[in-house]
C-alpha cells in the first residue's frame, strides 16, 4: 500500500467505500474517532515519542487515563524499547480488514536503528473498541531476541483509578480489588470504577498460557499482551535478520454511563466479539444444536455393533452429531482403525451415522503417540524434549507410555495428513481433538511444559516453542477448515493447556471446546453446566462452550437438556436403556431447539438475565438467547437450585421496544403477551413447585 509522505502540515482523510473514515492524521496527531470512542496519538516528528494522549468515549467525562500513556512496550535482546522511547517516523499508512476493521497503521523506526515497529488501529461501526497489534521488524545483522510484549501500555491517573476500581477478571466475572496480575483465563478483563460509573474492557486475543493482562501490578499502568519473560510461562520469539514478527491482537472498549460492568459484557463485547472478531463460530453456516459423545459410561469400551445400536438410538431421540470417543484406534500415534473393534473400518459407521440424519463424529489426540507405535519408532526426533533431552510425555503424571509430540517438527505434516484422510475420505465433519500439545491442565510443575529442543526447525529453545506450537496448532486448525470448510474442529481443554481453558485465539481456528468432565449426577452436575456456561459467557459465545459429561439415562435427565440449552447441548450416556417414550420426549426437546435455531439464530447469542446472578446453591439462575440484531426474539431459561422462594419475576432486556412479544412455554401455551417495554421493566412472574426445577420459554415477537 503506498505511503502517505509528511511534506505538509494539513489532514489526510483516508476513504473507505461506503463509509466513514475512522482515523485522520495531520505531521503531528493521529486520531482515531468512529463516532463511540476517540483515542489521540502524538505523533514523533524527527524523532521523539509516540504515546495515547487521550482515549475516551466521545460523550461525557472518562478520568482514568494520563495525559501520556506509554502505549506499547517491549524488550529486545533484554533492551526495552516503548512509546516513550526515541523513534523517528515512517509514515502512515490506511488500514481495514476482513470483518469490518478501519484505521491506520503508523510505522516507526527507533533512533538506535535496531528495530522498526507498524503499530495497527482498527475501528468498527458504532462499537466503542479499537483493536491493536505490533509488527516488530529486525533490522540488524544479527537475529534478536524478542520478550515482555505489552501490545498496550496505559498510564493511569493518580489514586482514585487504581484505589477504587474492580479488577474483573476469568472472563470479567470474577472481582478483585487492588494490584491484579492476570493469568491463563483472562481473555476479557474489565477495570471499572462504580463512584465514576466508568472503565474500560479489554481483550487479548493471544494463546492460552501465553496471554497477560494486568492493572496496577508495577505502577500506575494497565498492560496487554503477551506474558513477561519473568512469567511461569514466558513468551520469546527469536526474528531473523530482515523479519518481522507480527503480535497477537488487544482489543479495549471505553465507556462511562454504566452502573455495573456487566452492561458491557452483556451489549458492546458479544457483539463485536460475534461480528468482527473473526471467529469460526460467526461463519459456520450450520451450527452444531444436539450432539451424543460415547466417552460416558464407556470410555474406550467401543465397537462396531455398540456404536451402531448407539447411533440408532440417538437418531431416535433426535440428535443431529454422533461423536465417537476414545478406543476406535489400534494405538496412539499411528491412528489406525481397530479391525478387532469395527472389521469393516469407520466409513461404513460414518455412512450409517448420516443415514439416521446425523453427522459423524470422531475423537482424536493429535499430539500423543504410544511408545510401541510405528511413528514413534521411526521418528523420536519429532517428540518433545524435556530438560534432561528425553523424550517425554506433559500429559498426566508418571505416564511413560504415551509420548507428547512437538508441532515444530515433521509431525505437523503427519498429523495432518492423518486428520485430512478422516475428513476427506471418511466423511468425518465434527473433530474432537484432544490432550496437551504445549502445557498440561494436570502437571503443577511448571517447567514440565513446552519443548526444550534447540534443533527443532520451528522453535530454538523451550520458551519460544511454547509460542511456536501454539501457532502451528492454529494452522492445522486452518488448513483442515480449508479443505472442508463445514467441519467442526473441538478444541478441548487439554489441548488448550489449562482447566476449563477458552480463549479468542482458539475461537478464531476452532468452533468449539470440551471444557470439563463433569461426572456427578441430578441437580449437582445441572448446577455446575450452568454455572461453566455463565462464567465464561457472555465474553465467550455460548455454542463454543461444550461442557460434558451428563448422561442421557440420568434421573432427572430433562434439567440436563435445560440446563445445556444455555451453552451447545451435548448428552452421553447409553440412550439404548431409554424407552420409547423417553426418546420421544428427548426428540421433543431436540426438534424445539431446532426450531428457536431456525427463527431466531438462538444459537449465536447469550445474555444474562437480568435480576440473576450467578448460578449457585440455594438460589435462582437464568440465561436468555435473545437475538441482539434482529430482535425478532428468542428463548429464556430460569432455574430454581433450592431456593426458599417459589417464584421469581422474570424481565427480559434487549428487545425491540414497542414491539409485542409472546412468552411462550415449550408446549405453546402463552404465558403472557407484552411490548419490549412491559418486559423490560415489568417482566412477568414464573413459579417452580419443585425446589430443583427449571423451564424453557420461547420469546416470538409479533
Not at 524435556?386 to 498426566?396: C, G
Not at 498440561?440 to 530454538?460: K, M, Q, V
Amino acid at each position: 500500500m503506498k505511503r502517505i509522505a509528511f511534506l505538509l502540515p494539513v489532514i489526510f482523510l483516508m476513504t473507505i467505500a461506503n463509509a466513514q473514515p475512522f482515523a485522520k492524521w495531520t505531521t503531528q496527531t493521529l486520531t482515531l474517532n468512529n463516532g463511540m470512542a476517540e483515542r489521540v496519538i502524538t505523533l514523533p516528528t524527527s524523532s521523539g515519542q509516540f504515546t495515547t494522549t487521550s482515549y475516551k468515549p466521545i460523550k461525557g467525562a472518562f478520568n482514568y487515563f494520563d495525559t501520556a500513556s506509554t502505549d506499547f512496550q517491549f524488550e529486545v535482546n533484554g533492551q526495552v524499547y516503548s512509546g516513550l522511547g526515541n523513534w523517528a517516523l515512517k509514515g502512515v499508512d490506511k488500514c481495514t480488514d476482513a470483518t469490518g476493521g478501519d484505521g491506520a497503521t503508523v510505522t516507526l523506526t527507533s533512533a538506535d536503528g535496531k528495530a522498526e515497529v507498524a503499530i495497527q488501529f482498527l475501528l468498527y461501526p458504532n462499537l466503542p473498541v479499537i483493536r491493536k497489534s505490533l509488527a516488530i521488524k529486525n533490522l540488524t545483522r544479527e537475529t534478536i531476541q524478542l520478550e515482555s510484549v505489552d501490545v498496550e501500555k496505559f498510564d493511569i491517573t493518580q489514586y482514585w483509578a487504581a484505589t477504587f476500581s474492580w479488577v474483573c477478571h476469568d472472563y470479567g466475572r470474577r472481582r478483585s480489588i487492588g494490584p491484579y496480575d492476570g493469568n491463563l483465563q483472562d481473555a476479557l478483563v474489565t477495570i471499572h470504577n462504580s463512584d465514576w460509573q466508568q472503565g474500560i474492557v479489554i481483550g487479548n486475543e493471544a494463546s492460552g498460557v501465553i496471554k497477560h493482562t494486568s492493572a496496577f501490578w508495577q505502577g500506575l499502568t494497565i498492560c496487554s499482551g503477551l506474558t513477561h519473560k519473568d512469567a511461569a510461562f514466558p513468551f520469546r520469539k527469536y526474528i531473523a535478520p530482515g523479519e518481522t514478527f507480527t503480535t497477537p491482537q488487544v482489543f479495549t472498549m471505553v465507556y462511562n454511563n454504566h452502573k455495573d460492568p456487566d452492561e458491557m459484557l452483556n451489549t458492546a463485547v458479544p457483539a463485536f466479539v460475534n461480528k468482527h472478531l473473526g471467529t469460526r463460530l460467526s461463519v459456520l453456516q450450520q451450527k452444531p444444536t444436539f450432539v451424543y459423545n460415547t466417552w460416558k459410561p464407556f470410555e474406550t469400551n467401543i465397537n462396531e455393533k455398540i456404536v451402531m445400536d448407539l447411533a440408532k438410538a440417538a437418531a431416535a431421540a433426535g440428535m443431529k452429531e454422533f461423536v465417537i470417543d476414545d478406543g476406535w484406534q489400534e494405538n496412539y500415534g499411528d491412528w489406525v482403525i481397530d479391525k478387532k473393534k469395527f472389521p469393516n473400518g469407520l466409513k461404513p459407521v460414518f455412512d450409517y451415522i448420516k443415514s439416521l440424519g446425523m453427522k459423524p463424529g470422531l475423537w482424536v489426540s493429535i499430539g500423543s503417540a504410544a511408545t510401541t507405535s510405528y511413528v514413534y519408532k521411526q521418528h523420536p526426533e519429532w517428540f518433545i524434549k524435556d530438560k534432561d533431552s528425553k523424550a517425554s510425555s506433559i500429559q498426566w503424571v508418571g505416564d511413560t507410555t504415551k509420548l507428547t509430540a512437538c508441532f515444530s517438527t515433521g509431525w505437523y505434516g503427519y498429523i495432518k495428513d492423518v486428520l485430512m484422510k478422516l475428513s476427506l475420505e471418511y466423511g468425518l465433519e465434527y473433530m474432537k481433538l484432544d490432550f496437551a500439545v504445549v502445557t498440561s491442565p494436570y502437571r503443577y510443575n511448571r517447567e514440565i511444559s513446552g519443548c526444550y529442543a534447540t534443533d527443532h526447525p520451528g522453535h530454538r529453545d523451550h520458551n519460544e516453542s511454547l509460542y511456536a506450537n501454539y501457532e502451528q496448532v492454529w494452522k492445522l486448525f486452518d488448513e483442515l477448515h480449508a479443505a472442508k470448510p463445514d467441519v467442526f474442529i473441538d478444541c478441548t481443554f487439554e489441548a488448550m493447556g489449562g482447566l476449563q481453558l477458552i480463549d479468542y485465539a482458539m475461537l478464531k481456528h476452532a468452533e468449539g471446546n470440551w471444557l470439563s468432565n463433569f461426572t456427578s449426577t441430578g441437580s449437582k452436575v445441572d448446577l455446575r453446566i450452568r454455572n461453566m456456561a455463565w462464567w465464561r459467557s457472555p465474553a465467550i459465545p455460548a455454542t463454543a462452550l461444550v461442557i460434558g459429561n451428563p448422561e442421557m439415562q440420568d434421573s432427572g435427565w430433562a434439567m440436563h437438556i435445560k440446563s445445556l440449552v444455555g451453552a451447545l447441548p451435548i448428552m452421553l450416556g447409553d440412550p439404548r436403556k431409554l424407552t420409547q417414550a423417553d426418546l420421544a420426549i428427548y426428540h421433543g426437546y431436540a426438534t424445539w431447539i431446532q426450531q428457536m435455531e431456525a427463527r431466531y439464530g438462538i444459537m449465536a447469542y447469550r445474555q444474562d438475565l437480568p435480576g440473576f446472578g450467578e448460578p449457585m446453591e440455594g438460589m435462582w439462575d437464568g440465561f436468555a438467547r435473545i437475538n441482539a440484531d434482529t430482535k425478532k426474539g428468542g428463548i429464556i431459561g430460569v432455574f430454581r437450585q433450592g431456593a426458599i422462594e417459589g417464584k421469581h419475576l422474570v424481565t427480559i432486556s434487549g428487545l425491540d421496544a414497542a414491539t409485542i412479544y409472546l412468552v411462550k412455554q415449550m408446549n405453546g401455551k402463552v404465558i403472557t403477551t407484552q411490548t419490549g417495554s412491559y418486559l423490560s421493566t415489568k417482566g412477568f412472574t414464573v413459579a417452580l413447585g419443585q425446589f430443583y426445577d427449571g423451564e424453557l420459554f420461547e420469546v416470538a415477537g409479533l
